[in-house]
């Protein structure tokens, strides 16, 4: 069923069940969640035990993938999972904390594939149990563990013999190989191998590039986040931010020691809003919700929107900005020569509409009437008039706002 934002006219995308499934989905809710996922510990053989809950791995998570690796290298198998909803990863690292031996093998085919693929190891311990291990391109959906062969030896420091059976080959049997990590290539002995040092140095954090929305349908937005005819005067960022963010702080603090050219920094703190002024902090999230079609999940901080001398917002930035990002930004939108679709694209392309960005308010009308904003998306109808009436789907809307307050009357 396709969940894209079709841009149906107003009033009748709601008595649509895809409309209802999208507005599902963008809410974060997902279609296979609150299963818990589940482990069962193999008995030796002989049966399966259920260990989900003690183990902490009944998470309600809509998994998708597993991986099992042993990603610490301290020879227990810890385990990566994919989800369709966030997190989409999980590190599980397996902090069960037994010292028992183990044995990792890293098998390379000389004759066969060099990635051993299809190999089978049966590893027999002293106490006559054998353990069977297979190399697979590949496992569950879209994932693949690691290649490394992974033996848990218990109280034994050796594994009393080890038979290879390489895909195509004959085997190859090797005896008495000590606990620890081996690579084998095809018919030649085992080597031991360097695990990695666990003083590797970290590489020092690189700043990512900057999360910015340049807007192709730019929205006026003067009246809604309360800014006067004085206020934008001059281009304005109005920045969100919170108490305890880290972000947050540092974007103040270099604010603060260089504050931007040709832009009016106007702060708002979510902690502060929640107090003062909540009915403006839902306006800012329900803009926010408009661009990045995703609801009912709080606004990221620090969160920016720039809005220009007319009123119209032109970009967002998510996270800390570059003075050199930003002013470029300014110059563009000041100077009007630049194309907001384009920009917005990852490669050029011909358009076969005129590509100058417009404001397109009517869509986001019917957010603020989805949100029950009914009195607030008035007051924004008669802000923007001129450019409402324009558009064709405008006398539905508000007859859809009508009904609306007809059903509310007592
Ligand atoms: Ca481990
Ligand atoms: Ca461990």
């Known amino acids: 069923m396709p969940l894209g934002n079709a841009g149906i006219g107003p009033g009748i995308g709601n008595s649509d069940p895809a409309r209802q499934l999208q507005l599902m989905v963008r809410s974060g809710l997902s279609f296979s969640g609150n299963e818990s996922h589940v482990i069962f510990k193999n008995e030796k053989g002989k049966s399966f035990k259920d260990i989900s809950s003690i183990s902490g791995l009944d998470l309600k998570d809509d998994g998708r993938a597993v991986c099992f690796s ?10 990566w999972i994919s989800n369709r909803n966030g997190p989409q990863i999980r590190y599980l690292k397996n902090n069960h904390g037994n010292r028992n031996n183990s044995l990792t093998l890293k098998l390379i085919g000389q004759k066969c594939n060099s990635d051993a693929i299809g190999a089978r190891v049966i590893l027999k311990t002293d106490d006559g149990l054998t353990q069977t291990r297979t190399i697979n391109a590949g496992s569950g959906f879209l994932s693949q563990s ?28 090797i005896a008495g190989l000590s606990a620890g990590h ?21 590489a ?54 260089a504050p931007p050219e040709g832009v009016e920094i106007k702060i708002q703190n979510i902690d502060k809003l929640k107090i003062t002024k909540p009915g403006l902090l839902e306006l800012f999230q329900i803009t926010y919700d408009h661009f990045f079609d995703i609801f ?19 970009s967002i930035y998510r996270g800390q900005i570059r003075p050199e990002t930003l002013s470029k930004d300014i110059q563009m939108i000041e100077s009007g020569g630049y194309d907001g679709r384009n920009l917005s694209l990852p490669f050029p392309g011909i358009w076969s ?58």
């Open 70 to 79: 042993d990603w610490d290298q301290d020879g227990d198998l810890d385990v």
């Open 146 to 173: 690691t290649k490394f062969l992974h033996f848990g030896l218990g109280e034994f420091d050796k594994a009393n013999e080890l038979t290879i059976y390489w895909p195509g080959f004959k085997p190859q049997t």
């Open 182 to 202: 081996y690579s084998i290539r095809q018919e030649l002995e085992p080597a031991p191998f360097q695990i990695r040092s666990r003083d590797t140095k970290r």
């Open 204 to 257: 020092s954090p690189i700043r990512k590039p900057d999360d910015r929305t340049l807007l192709a349908q730019i929205l006026p937005v003067s009246s809604i986040f309360e800014l006067s005819e004085n206020d934008i005067q001059k281009p304005s960022l109005l920045s969100i931010t919170r108490d305890e963010c880290e972000k947050c702080q540092n974007q103040l603090k270099e604010w603060n020691e």
């Open 296 to 314: 009912s999940r709080a606004i990221p901080t620090p969160v920016s929107f720039l809005i220009d001398t007319n009123g119209n917002l032109r």
């Open 353 to 410: 509409s005129e590509s100058n960005p417009s404001a397109r308010p009517l869509n986001f009308v019917e957010d603020l009437v989805d949100a029950g904003k009914i009195s607030m998306a008035e007051k924004y109808i008669s802000d923007v008039r001129e450019t409402l009436v324009k558009d064709g789907l405008f006398p539905m809307l508000l007859k859809r706002i009508e009904s609306i307050k007809k059903e509310r009357r007592p």
